[in-house]
């Protein structure tokens, strides 16, 4: 009888093995930057550089299913250890998309024009968080 339970045991966690699902390193867009996206793809991808224009790079496994979305950064504060609102901007998209870039345009500088530690966000209409990232504006 032991050996019927220990087989049966033994036969049941080898079956949850048979049915495991896939799991991948990243199941959320993922937000990060470059200098500019253009006709040859992203150029200069890091998450530090020199203060001026950035272009902000999202890019997910399946559709992102935004239409009107924005781009917030808020800026660390060393004095108080929080981050602090800094700017956002709008933009409109299309919902099967799920490779976008945000870059400057008529609406929007993307401009980061104080050294510092930035978090950005890409929100969706009601402001929730899709994807957000670091980057260091240095001198």
Avoid: W
């Amino acid at each position: 009888m032991k050996n019927i339970k220990f087989l049966f045991s033994l036969i049941a966690v080898l079956s949850l093995f048979a049915f495991k699902t896939n799991s991948y390193a990243q199941q959320y867009p993922v937000l990060y930057f470059c200098e500019t996206y253009g006709s040859s793809g992203e150029i200069g991808v890091s998450d530090r550089f020199t203060k001026g224009y950035l272009t902000v790079m999202v890019k997910a496994d399946g559709p992102l299913g935004l239409r009107d979305c924005s781009i917030q950064m808020d800026k660390y504060s060393c004095s108080s250890g929080t981050f602090k609102y800094y700017k956002k901007f709008d933009y409109k998209i299309e919902p099967d998309m799920k490779y976008v870039y945000f870059a400057k345009n008529d609406e929007s500088d993307m401009s980061f024009d104080d050294p510092g530690i930035y978090r950005v966000f890409l929100l969706d209409h009601n402001g929730r968080t899709v994807a957000s990232g670091l980057v260091e504006i240095i001198p």
